[in-house]
């Protein structure tokens, strides 16, 4: 019997499954592809605060563009948030990083069976048990790191996140180094977007359920006049739901929903969240569970609170919008993850510097 499993090798289920294998676990990781991190659907546009997560000598395979603001377009009118001399964001190579992240759990010593789609989760008073298309295993704990629509969630009956978005995403042969990237704010509720990725351009728009990804994408694209390609596409989980934990069984990253709500990004909430589970969960103790159902949450919550708020800001009326963003525009202080930083001295001190 295996300590733990994890089913899905994103870049949550194999940072988790480093953290485990180094406290001393024997972990299986399932993944249902073939190839880790294909297929692609994620812009890896993250927060510096990646580079904790990333070894300094497998940073060069990541590393595609820096970023230093962002273009705000909204009916013909355009509003710029930046900061000077100092990167706001990186854009990574998200394939490379599920590589390199799947590296560092198999260097620290977890299994990985490959192109193996878990089918069925069933949790005994000793152990769970966990199907695939052609095998069983048993495990002492299970963690479901198998994304928006998880299996694992599904089977064991844990609540579903509040709400989920279509994300569509497509790239152009441009050579763009450019360190801004556009947000289109006409996309109902959510908005579009252009990131320079140094030898291409990546186009992309999320929305609600019951909208059409493409529509909006062509729109975005109809301005700049290019061919798109390899298009792909993924749902995006946001507001956690009120459990994320059975009895020898948990949730984390986007099957959690551990998600920014004002952009869909999970890759570092989701990838803390780990942290936390491996500071939190006993294998042999299944009531440790409890302690990582609040310490994720009081590591995140504050942060999805205020991200809802400002989420919330995409379906105001136009004018209410551009009202906020001139007001806000210009330099800030305000670090992408966190938006309680908000209320930083960093950004009260970029306020008064512009007045
Ligand atoms: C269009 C789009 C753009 C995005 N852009 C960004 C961005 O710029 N920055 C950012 O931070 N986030 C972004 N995200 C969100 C980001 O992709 C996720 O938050 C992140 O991938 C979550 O990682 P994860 O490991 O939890 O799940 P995933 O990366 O989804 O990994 C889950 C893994 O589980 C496997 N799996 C699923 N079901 C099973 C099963 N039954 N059996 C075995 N294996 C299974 C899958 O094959 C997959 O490998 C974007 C999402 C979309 C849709």
Redesign the pocket.
């Known amino acids: 019997m295996k300590d733990l499993i994890i ?9 988790l499954a480093k953290k485990f294998s180094e406290k001393g676990n024997d972990v299986l990781v ?4 073939d190839e ?2 294909k ?1 692609l ?6 927060s510096p605060d990646i580079w904790k997560f990333v070894p300094e000598d497998k940073r060069d395979r990541l590393e595609q563009n820096q970023i230093s603001g962002a273009r705000f377009h909204d009916d013909g009118d355009e509003y710029r948030f930046y900061k000077e001399n100092e990167t706001v964001s990186y ?1 990574i190579d ?1 394939v490379e990083l ?1 590589r390199v992240k799947a590296e560092e759990a198999q260097e620290a010593g977890a299994d990985y069976r490959l192109g ?4 069925d989760v069933n949790e005994h008073d000793r152990y769970v048990e966990v199907q ?1 298309q052609g095998d069983s295993y048993n495990a002492k704990m299970v963690a479901g ?8 969630r599904h089977k064991l009956d844990l609540p579903e996140p509040d709400q989920f ?5 497509c790239f152009s042969d441009e050579d763009d180094s450019g360190d801004f990237v556009d947000v289109f704010l006409e996309v109902p509720e959510f908005f579009g977007w252009r ?1 320079p990725r140094s030898d291409s351009v990546e186009y ?1 728009a ?1 929305v609600p359920k019951g909208e059409e990804p493409m529509k909006w994408l062509d729109r975005i694209l109809e301005r700049y006049d290019v061919e798109k390609q390899k298009v ?6 946001i507001g956690p739901p009120s459990t994320v934990t059975s009895d020898r069984v948990f949730l ?5 929903a ?3 709500p004002f ?8 990838m803390r969240s780990s942290d936390v589970a491996s500071r939190t969960i006993d294998i042999d103790s299944p009531s440790t569970l409890d302690t990582y159902e609040k310490g994720w949450r009081e590591e995140l919550i504050w942060d999805i609170r205020i991200g809802q708020v400002i989420k919330s800001s995409y379906s105001m009326p136009s004018i209410a919008q551009k009202m906020g963003m001139w007001l806000f525009q210009g330099e800030i202080g305000v670090h992408m993850d966190r938006p309680t930083s908000l209320f930083s001295l960093a950004q009260l001190k970029s306020l008064l510097r512009r007045n």
Do not use: F, N, W
């Open positions: 089913v899905g090798a994103g870049p949550v289920g194999s940072h399932i993944e249902q592809s880790i991190g297929p659907a994620c812009s890896g546009h993250v854009v998200r599920d193996e789609k878990v089918m695939t790191c198998d994304g928006a629509s998880s299996t694992v978005y279509q994300g569509v995403l990131i992309g999320a792909c596409a993924g749902a995006i989980p984390v990253g986007d099957a959690a551990q998600t920014k952009t869909g990004g999970g890759i570092l909430y989701g």
